[in-house]
């Protein structure tokens, strides 16, 4: 099993996003996405917040080798055909590197404040879902027309295609059994959920119950999981302390910042943070993808990087 990391563009100033993405790139990690937020996601109710797309294109020109994506486009402030001319364009700046990711959108204060509507739940999936068809039908060389309740595309295409003529993966991300791994089965090549490895596990056996009622096999969606913000130390309050001192840095009260940094399952020493991997490599998922915030704790990125990573692959 793989580690990613979504650096989050909250708090941070452009040159330390810059150089984190290069120093993750140097360490190895097996991908690298930004956020999409206009508000802070975590933490502070306002506070400074760079804008995830742009801050992709930052990476995809520094950086070389790493795989690259935004985690993940809200539909309700991404129309889905100029998001995939976004993405193409980022794709190609980076030779290849790019996965495209959707999501329904959750974070109320920041539709309210920028005048987009969050809609309710069944609503906003419906939403994810036209977006979904008309990225992957352009993703797939168009030409697409959607006449839709929230998106309308007429013969669009996507030229040029993403580098290489390759289509680029569509990564959809959301925890919902119902209706949003209904929209999973349907258009995205890679899953990315949340929750506990019991809860992942039920998730991807609803998954491919979904992927099997439109005939499509199960394997071709690649599973990933996103985590809280990971801290390894020589003792589990060692790491909790550390972790609740970089919550503070995004507007959490002490004791707050105590209570969330206890949330995260991967803090802890090595040994401890290596037997919750496992946990999510044993049924399945390919790839966890952590929170990441500034200041970027470089001796849990070592750790990660390393002999975590490291023990996981011997596991594989």
Partial sequence: MNIGLQVWGQFVEWDELMEAGKRIEGLGFSSLWSNDHFYPSFGAEDGPV????????GWAVLTERIPLGCMVSGAAYRNPALLVKMATTVDRAS??????GLGAGWHEREHRAFGYALLKPGARIARLAE???????LLAGGPVTVKGSHFSVDGARNDPPAHGGRRMPLLIGGSGEKLTLAVVARYADVWNGEGDPAAIARKIAVLAEHCRS???DPG???????????????SRADA????AATY????LPPAAAHAAAETSPCVGTVDEVVTILRAYAEIGVSEVIFDTPHP?????????SGSIQDQLRRAS
């Fill in 240 to 243: 909790l302390a550390a972790l």
């Fill in 220 to 234: 071709e969606i690649r599973i990933t999981v996103g985590l809280p913000a990971p801290c390894v130390r020589a």
């Fill in 214 to 216: 439109i005939r499509r």
């Fill in 296 to 304: 970027l704790d470089q001796g849990t990125l070592q750790e990660l």
């Fill in 248 to 251: 503070e840095h995004h507007g």
């Fill in 131 to 137: 977006a979904a068809e008309i990225a992957r039908g």
């Fill in 50 to 57: 760079l804008e995830g797309w742009i801050t992709l294109a």
């Fill in 95 to 100: 030779h290849g590197r790019l996965t495209l």
